[in-house]
């Protein structure tokens, strides 16, 4: 699998010779950020066949059979402070839309926040983390990514059957996890050059990919779900919500999640 993910990279990619394949693995974002504590270089990429300790935003697992789906995740070391990558789910965001078109012909939408849909099913989820110095500088982040590929409907487990979905169930070609893979890592490539220098430029395209935008959602915290209407997402990557009351909010996705009002998107 790794030399058909290289020959499927953009000729000279920076990263090529950084690139490690698993057959099987607990987390491609645990071990990465085990390599990262140890010394690990910027453009460090783990990319496995199957997880057994797969995780999900909001301590959620993230299922991770073998054979259909691509389980990545890249080591960044942007030289910054924090604050200046509230935005990078949105970016990875956007390079996973990038991706998905260029390896299956389509352009999925993104679910606030890191949600990668289409035709309302979820396709891919992102989880991002990030650990600082003493210095309080970003020391590394690692985006986690993991995309359903090649599973049919009757694949997923009942409980997400009837809102999951992959890249074979739309695409009009047989998707090939290789290019995907060579495609995400091409992709993010392009998204490390502008993080920092084109943060608008990114945010205006992660506006035009997320579906959220303009539906009535519900806005949901451990107590209380209140209904209201996405209306913009900052650009820190915030929900800006409008109440029935009039009042708007900012909504910052590590407290709440977001549904809408109609089913999962
Ligand atoms: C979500 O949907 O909440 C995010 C899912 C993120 C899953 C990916 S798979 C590769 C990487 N390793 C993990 O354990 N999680 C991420």
């Given at each position: 699998?790794?030399?058909?993910?290289?020959?499927?990279?953009?000729?000279?990619?920076?990263?090529?010779?950084?690139?490690?394949?698993?057959?099987?693995?607990?987390?491609?974002?645990?071990?990465?950020?085990?390599?990262?504590?140890?010394?690990?270089?910027?453009?460090?990429?783990?990319?496995?066949?199957?997880q057994t300790?797969?995780?999900?935003?909001m301590g959620?697992?993230?299922?991770?059979?073998?054979?259909?789906?691509?389980?990545?995740?890249?080591?960044?070391?942007?030289?910054?402070?924090?604050?200046?990558?509230?935005?990078?789910?949105?970016?990875?965001?956007?390079?996973?839309?990038?991706?998905?078109?260029?390896?299956?012909?389509?352009?999925?939408?993104?679910?606030?926040?890191?949600?990668?849909?289409?035709?309302?099913?979820?396709?891919?989820?992102?989880?991002?983390?990030?650990?600082?110095?003493?210095?309080?500088?970003?020391?590394?982040?690692?985006?986690?990514?993991?995309?359903?590929?090649?599973?049919?409907?009757?694949?997923?487990?009942?409980?997400?059957?009837?809102?999951?979905?992959?890249?074979?169930?739309?695409?009009?070609?047989?998707?090939?996890?290789?290019?995907?893979?060579?495609?995400?890592?091409?992709?993010?490539?392009?998204?490390?050059?502008?993080?920092?220098?084109?943060?608008?430029?990114?945010?205006?395209?992660?506006?035009?990919?997320?579906?959220?935008?303009?539906?009535?959602?519900?806005?949901?915290?451990?107590?209380?779900?209140?209904?209201?209407?996405?209306?913009d997402v900052?650009?820190?990557?915030?929900?800006?919500?409008?109440?029935?009351?009039?009042?708007?909010?900012?909504?910052?996705?590590?407290?709440?999640?977001?549904?809408?009002?109609?089913?999962?998107?």
């Open positions: 699998m790794i030399n058909e993910i290289i020959s499927n990279l953009t000729d000279g990619q920076v990263w090529a010779d950084q690139i490690s394949f698993y057959e099987e693995i607990t987390s491609t974002n645990d071990v990465l950020k085990e390599m990262a504590k140890n010394g690990a270089p910027h453009g460090t990429v783990l990319i496995a066949d199957r300790g797969g995780r999900g935003r959620r697992s993230f299922l991770s059979p073998s054979g259909v789906g691509i389980y990545m995740s890249v080591l960044l070391r942007p030289n910054c402070i924090p604050s200046q990558l509230m935005h990078l789910t949105c970016a990875a965001a956007c390079a996973a839309c990038d991706a998905i078109e260029e390896a299956a012909g389509f352009r999925p939408g993104i679910k606030w926040i890191n949600d990668i849909v289409y035709q309302k099913r979820k396709l891919a989820g992102i989880l991002t983390e990030m650990s600082l110095d003493a210095q309080q500088h970003v020391d590394y982040a690692v985006i986690g990514i993991g995309i359903n590929c090649c599973q049919e409907q009757q694949d997923f487990s009942p409980e997400i059957r009837d809102f999951a979905g992959s890249l074979a169930m739309f695409s009009d070609n047989p998707v090939n996890r290789a290019q995907v893979a060579a495609a995400m890592v091409d992709a993010f490539v392009l998204m490390d050059k502008m993080l920092l220098a084109k943060k608008a430029a990114i945010m205006e395209q992660y506006r035009k990919d997320c579906i959220t935008l303009g539906q009535a959602v519900s806005v949901i915290r451990p107590d209380n779900a209140q209904p209201g209407t996405a209306i900052n650009e820190d990557g915030a929900l800006i919500v409008a109440y029935p009351s009039g009042k708007t909010e900012a909504v910052n996705s590590g407290e709440v999640s977001v549904r809408g009002l109609y089913g999962y998107v």
